[in-house]
Structures are given as structure tokens and as C-alpha cells.
């Protein structure tokens, strides 16, 4: 008998079944409330444990009191009872007042600072429910939330999806009779606007083409909340919102998976099911982007997926830094303890009442399995798959100086069955997971380089090429091929000048955890295949110039699996000679994995290549060396 933990015992929201309204606000309770534990005396401090993030600890602390709101304010907006406004409200007149001992601490101008951020939702909660959170205060709170407010909005905020969060302040300021610059926001709300790419899809970051998931549940979201609070003063941009909200959904939904999970890729996965936020915030505005069956469909799925995982540490109930699981590895630098109650922001579908469309409506069953779809602004190619989502990826850029960027943006494939690997180390290429990378080393696998960048990235129908260069002499030319049912191949044309390389590749990872039953490998004559009870996970080289082999990955370093198993390719390439490896990938449920797709010519390759589109969202960030 395999003992394993239980779910009900291991997350908030084990059991519930997404079917109602009322399913999704005792969902909205029960993430909160174990939080309570961790208010300080004053209130206007959350401390769940004692580790760091990169900034000072009063504003954790602040993130534990304020990020509770994005479920907290829908939730009562739309006609709920929150029992515990008299320690909001104590926090926060003690949070803003500089005389109290657990006064949030001076907003620092010379850096970015978190307490920025937290200000967002003290915003909107000014500017949706007043009369809970601000009206009862005494007469020197309310002005020293209205400073405090108005020192933020003052301040110069980083160049992403941060300059939001001053319109949101001011939006607060604005309800409550506050001072604020209206120059301030209307030059911050124009500058948003550059953000925007095409076709619903936003960038973010300074270079603003940065693509992941804070397109749905930062600047999509909030542009929603802006169209509903500021539509008498801003009619045109509100509107203006709305129709971008439009256009995205038709794209977005593609991130999701029939069985309701959303496609992990690029930062801040540790937000979970903030994931689904952009679907609630399209009830808030009253956006019928698709047909209400189906984003009710959508937004429930995704909530009943993250409710069959342990999201939380034994019998605590509280949101832990992770993704399925409790896992340090994957945490970005500004998480704090406290960090993942962003999640709440998916309960802002709450906020419409119960006869809304959004509620009313029929759930749509997904009928998407089968079916795959070219993305052009993010360039990616999107196959749907039964229980899985699968990505192939050649495109996105991303923000310089965040951790772990290889593994959560430039892989060639993301899965949302089977996730990603993590490393946790950047020597010894023989313990590397390379799960959906392929891995070069010119010092004999003591250390070793993957892609970071692309230096040019085409989309053509069902397929990819970037060009990248993990040294400037190495050149690396990838073609990622969508194939029928659950294959796809990947060729890679690598050009060394002055180095002897060696390589690894590696397929898609599959649990290896004993209550999904015990692993059986079986080689191919160009390949192998990993099964465990439920799935498999196969590659097979089509050169015939690699050695395929299983790497077990270090443990807790997959976002799915605390252990799992990965197929790899091992392979040489000599300086001064081109080297073509070619391989086919598939993973999926069942034993099954039907048959292996034909390899096309390099000829067939470069007229695909010759034809296809640049990806609109892709930045030439390095300057290669020049190749005659």
C-alpha cells in the first residue's frame, strides 16, 4: 500500500466543486481565512513564515495584508459578508499612520519599492467598496490614508505593468475625495497604451514585448477594472479596453487545456490560479468576449483544476510559494511568503450578481482536442491534446534579470500536463533536466549553455524557426514542426567555429512519484519510451547520431512532479563542421503513442523558413557574430 497525504488535508479548496456561484465565494473564504492566523496585533501587518523576498519585510508584511483584497473586494462588491472589516480597517489606518509601530514604512523614490505594488489593491478597494473600508474611519486615519495614497501616486513607477498600479491608486484617491494629478495618471494610462502589440496581445517589461501570463492577469485585468470604474470619466479608453479584451480571448483560451489548466509558462507561476483572473475580469466588464457558456466554462474548469492539487503544507491551509506543489525552486526574487495571494484576483467574477449572464449561462464543454492553432504575436504553435495543452515555443522575450529565464521562457516546448523542469544547478550537465531544451557544453559537461535568446524567430503554419547563439561562434538553427496526434520534431543545424561541443536534449518529463505507480522504460531501435500507470513520454532520434538514455531530475525541481523522469539525447558536435540532430518528441495519457512522423529534408525546411512570418513580439537583444 502506497501511503499518500490527504488532498482535503493539503489544500483550501480540496473537495469544492466549481459549480456555482456560491462554490466559487466559500472558495474565496476558505483561501483567506486561514490567513488570520498571521495578522499582527495592529492588524495592518500578514506574516505567514520567515523567509525573505528581495525587499524589506515591512512590505511583505504589506503584501500579506493588502493582496487578500483582490478577493476580498469582489467578493463584498458583489454582495457577500466579510466578517472582519473592523481588522481591515484597523490595519490600515495602523499601516498609513507614521506614529504606529506597525506603520507600513516611508514609499522609498530612489528604487522600486513593493509597497508600490500593494497600493494597487488599496485602490481599488477605496474605489469599489468605500463605505466598508474607508467611510468608518476616524477623521486623522482617512487623512492618513489619503497621503499615503497620494505619496504613491506620486511616485515614478518601473516601466512594466507596474505604471497600472498608479492609475489604480489615483482611481481610489478619486472616490474617497483624495488629492491626485490627473497629468500623472493620463500620462501613465498613454504610455500603457504603447504597451499594446496587436491583435489583444500587450507586452511587458522596459522593451514592452515581454509575453506571458501578465498580459491576462495584469494589464488585461486591470484595463478591465479600469473600463468599469472610470467609464463615466474615460469613455473612449474604457471602451477602448473592452475591445482588446475581445481580441485577446479568442487567443488566450488556446492556453488552456480541456481539463481547466492554463499553460505554466514565464514568471510568477507561484499566482496560480490568478491564471483564470482575466476570464473574471471579463464578467466584471460585462465583456462578452466569447459566448458566456464558454468563459463561465473556462474560468470553472481552471478553478477545478487547481482544486485536485495540494496547494497548500499539511493541515495549515495556507498558500505556500510553488505551483502543484510546495517548490522553492521556481520562486522568482520578489516573492515573499505572502506573495501568492495574488491568486485571489481570480475571484473578481464574484463582483456580478447572481443573475448575471456570466452566471447564468450553460457551462460549454471544451471541443478543442484534436485542433491546433498558430499564434503569431507570441509565437507559438498550440495543439490540443487530450487532458494536455502543448506549446510549441520560438518567441516570447522576457525581462532581463529575473531568475530562471531559460526555463520559463525559452524552452521549445511548455505542456500544461507536464509542466517544466527548474535547475538547480548550472554545472554538471549529467545532472541537468533540459526537459524541452537542448543543452551545449565546451568543457566536457562541467558547465553548460541552452538558449536565452532568440536572434531571429519566424512562425509559419504548424511550425517555428528562431536562430540563437549560445556562444557567438556557435550558431544554432531550431525547427520545431507540429505532427499529428501528440508528436512534434525538432531539428536543430548547429555551426561551432572554434569549439568541440557536447549536447544534451531532453523530452517531456513524466511523474515519477510511487502513487503513479512504478516506472517501465522500453527501448526502440532509435529510441525509448518511459510509462508510469497513467502516461508515457517518448523520443526517438532521427539522425542516428545520439544515444538516448533516462535522467532521473534532481527532486523538487519540476513545477509538476517532486520527482520525475526525462528522455534525453546525448550527442557530439565538432568545431568547424556542420552538424544536423533531429529528433521526435510525445508525451501523453495512455500506452499508446501511434505513429512516429517522418522526418522532412533540410531543403523542405529553409522553403518553410523562406516563407514564413517574424514574430511580431521578438527583440534582437545580442548581436551575433558576423557569418559570411
Not at 475581445?246 to 489548466?261: N, T, V
Request: glycine share 8%; charged share 25%; net charge neutral.
Amino acid at each position: 500500500m502506497v501511503y499518500d497525504t490527504h488532498l482535503e488535508r493539503t489544500s483550501p479548496i480540496a473537495g469544492n466543486n466549481f459549480e456555482t456561484r456560491k462554490d466559487v465565494q466559500r472558495a474565496c473564504m476558505d483561501i483567506f481565512t486561514p490567513l488570520l492566523k498571521g495578522f499582527s496585533p495592529g492588524g495592518a501587518r500578514v506574516r505567514v513564515e520567515e523567509s525573505a523576498a528581495h525587499f524589506e519585510q515591512a512590505a511583505a508584511d504589506l503584501e500579506g495584508f493588502a493582496r487578500p483584497l483582490w478577493g476580498i473586494v469582489p467578493y463584498v462588491y458583489g454582495g457577500g459578508k466579510f466578517e472582519h472589516w473592523d481588522l481591515y480597517r484597523k490595519g490600515l489606518a495602523n499601516g498609513t499612520d507614521p506614529k504606529h509601530p506597525e506603520y507600513w514604512g516611508d514609499i522609498i523614490k530612489e528604487k522600486p519599492d513593493q509597497r508600490l505594488v500593494e497600493m494597487a489593491a488599496l485602490g481599488v478597494a477605496l474605489a469599489m467598496v468605500p463605505e466598508h473600508i474607508f467611510d468608518p474611519l476616524s477623521k486623522e486615519a482617512k487623512i492618513n490614508v489619503k497621503n499615503y495614497l497620494r505619496t504613491a501616486s506620486e511616485q515614478e513607477y518601473v516601466p512594466n505593468n507596474w505604471r497600472f498600479f498608479r492609475v489604480l491608486v489615483v482611481l481610489g484617491l478619486r472616490r474617497v475625495g483624495g488629492v491626485f494629478d490627473q497629468k500623472h495618471m493620463d500620462d501613465y494610462l498613454q504610455d500603457l497604451d504603447s504597451y499594446y502589440i496587436d491583435d489583444g496581445w500587450y507586452g511587458d517589461g522596459e522593451n514592452k514585448k515581454a509575453i506571458d501570463h501578465y498580459g491576462g492577469f495584469a494589464l488585461h485585468f486591470y484595463g478591465l477594472i479600469y473600463s468599469v470604474i472610470a467609464k463615466e470619466q474615460d469613455p473612449k479608453r474604457a471602451q477602448e479596453y473592452k475591445e482588446r479584451s475581445k481580441l485577446y480571448a479568442k487567443d488566450f483560451r488556446h492556453w488552456f487545456s480541456e481539463d481547466g489548466a492554463s499553460l505554466p509558462f514565464g514568471r510568477s507561476l507561484t499566482y496560480r490560479f490568478a491564471q483564470g483572473s482575466f476570464w473574471a475580469g471579463l464578467a466584471l466588464a460585462d465583456v462578452e468576449a466569447l459566448p458566456w457558456g464558454e468563459i463561465k466554462g473556462l474560468y470553472l474548469r481552471h478553478l477545478r483544476w487547481w482544486a485536485q492539487h495540494r496547494i497548500s503544507r499539511l493541515d495549515t491551509g495556507l498558500l505556500p510559494v510553488g505551483y502543484v506543489y510546495p517548490q522553492p525552486y521556481m520562486h522568482e526574487t520578489y516573492n515573499s511568503a505572502q506573495s501568492p495571494y495574488w491568486a485571489m484576483k481570480a475571484f473578481f467574477a464574484l463582483a456580478v450578481p447572481a443573475d448575471h449572464p456570466f452566471w447564468t449561462s450553460k457551462e460549454v464543454e471544451p471541443n478543442q482536442v484534436g485542433t491546433s492553432v498558430n499564434l503569431e504575436i507570441p509565437g507559438m504553435v498550440i495543439s490540443h491534446q487530450k487532458a494536455d495543452t502543448v506549446a510549441l515555443v520560438s518567441g516570447p522575450s522576457h525581462q532581463p534579470g529575473l531568475r530562471k529565464i531559460p526555463e520559463k521562457y525559452c524552452k521549445f516546448t511548455y505542456s500544461t500536463r507536464y509542466g517544466f523542469s527548474v535547475e538547480n544547478t548550472c554545472t554538471g550537465m549529467n545532472q541537468a533536466s533540459v526537459d524541452s531544451m537542448i543543452a551545449f557544453s565546451d568543457d566536457n559537461g562541467e558547465t553548460f549553455k541552452v538558449r536565452t535568446d532568440n536572434e531571429i524567430c519566424k512562425i509559419f503554419n504548424g511550425g517555428l524557426y528562431a536562430e540563437w547563439y549560445p556562444w557567438p561562434d556557435v550558431k544554432v538553427e531550431t525547427w520545431l514542426l507540429r505532427k499529428e496526434g501528440n508528436w512534434h520534431i525538432r531539428v536543430h543545424r548547429i555551426n561551432s567555429q572554434t569549439r568541440d561541443l557536447q549536447t544534451k536534449e531532453g523530452g517531456f518529463a513524466v511523474s515519477d512519484m510511487e502513487r503513479d505507480g512504478k516506472l517501465e522504460t522500453k527501448e526502440h531501435e532509435s529510441g525509448l519510451t518511459v510509462r508510469n500507470r497513467s502516461d508515457y513520454t517518448s523520443v526517438f532520434d532521427l539522425k542516428g547520431n545520439r544515444q538516448t538514455f533516462v535522467q532521473r531530475s534532481q527532486p523538487n525541481t519540476n513545477i509538476m512532479f517532486p520527482k520525475c523522469v526525462i528522455p534525453q539525447l546525448d550527442g557530439t558536435v565538432p568545431k568547424g563542421k556542420e552538424t544536423i540532430f533531429a529528433a521526435a518528441f510525445a508525451a501523453g495519457l495512455g500506452q499508446e503513442f501511434g505513429q512516429q512522423p517522418e522526418l522532412p529534408s533540410i531543403q523542405q525546411l529553409e522553403t518553410l523558413t523562406k516563407d514564413a512570418l517574424p514574430v511580431k513580439c521578438t527583440q534582437r537583444t545580442k548581436l551575433a557574430q558576423k557569418w559570411v
